[in-house]
């Protein structure tokens, strides 16, 4: 396995087991906004999309109700559904050992800037990471903005990075910023699916993630 200096992460699915809690939040603020919940496939498959880019893949004829289905669901999010939202097993144990190693760690996430800052307070792991960014810092996945931003900040080469993520929106984003991608099967999509963008390995767990990344 070659050598990485940065290795970036998504967070949905990937570092968070959040996929049940994200697609049951927009399936009640459609129904409290009168239309029909879209199928469990099709709204896990925007996860990592801005909400405003999700809402409108979700509900393409229902422009006049975007600014409620968004605030219906960050409601839902945060008030009202109780789906536990852990982090999967080993994933700061394998974060501690990358960063032990030299490796600088990275977010990039299709949440809101307030979202992803509070997860980082509660799940305590901020100081793992090095910088972040969201979906109201630059262009909503799979646009390659988000990488390119953290590549420019760290002052790293698109070929001394890697992109962790468990959708194929996640593998696009990569392969559009030319920076190499490792699909995580906890989340969303299955290895078959991420295939499609040619990541260099596809994992069950953090464990083999950790043994992939640490055994050079």
């Known amino acids: 396995m070659k050598s990485y200096k940065l290795v970036i992460f998504d ?3 990937t570092v968070m087991d959040s996929v049940t809690k994200i697609v049951n939040c927009m399936h009640q603020s459609a129904i409290l906004c009168g239309l029909v919940a879209p199928s469990d496939e099709a709204t896990a498959n ?3 999309l801005s909400l405003e880019q999700a809402v409108a893949t979700l ?3 229902d422009a006049d109700l ?3 289905l968004i605030a219906g669901y960050k409601h839902q999010y945060k008030y009202v559904d109780v789906t536990p939202t852990p982090l999967f097993e080993g994933v700061e144990q394998t974060l501690a050992a990358l960063k032990n190693s030299g490796v ?3 977010v990039a996430t299709g949440k809101s800037r307030a979202g992803l800052e509070r997860l980082l307070d509660e ?3 901020r100081n793992y990471f090095v910088a972040t960014r969201t979906s109201d810092d630059a262009l909503s996945k799979p646009a390659p903005d988000m990488l ?5 900040e760290l002052n790293m080469s698109a070929l001394d990075a890697l992109m962790v993520g468990d959708t194929k929106i996640d593998m696009a984003m990569a392969k559009a910023a030319n920076i ?5 099967t906890m989340g969303v999509h299955n290895a078959q699916q991420l295939q499609e963008f040619a990541p260099i390995a596809t994992v069950d767990s953090y464990q083999q993630l950790g043994a992939l990344l640490l055994d050079r």
Not at 180 to 184: H, N, S, T
Request: charged fraction near 20%; avoid cysteine.
């Open 148 to 152: 390119l931003q953290l590549l420019d």
């Open 123 to 125: 799940t305590k792991l």
């Open 46 to 48: 925007i996860i990592g």
């Open 66 to 68: 975007y600014a409620d």
């Open 180 to 184: 190499d991608r490792l699909g995580v």
């Open 11 to 13: 967070w949905d699915g």
């Open 104 to 106: 600088l760690l990275a």
């Open 59 to 61: 509900f393409p004829n």
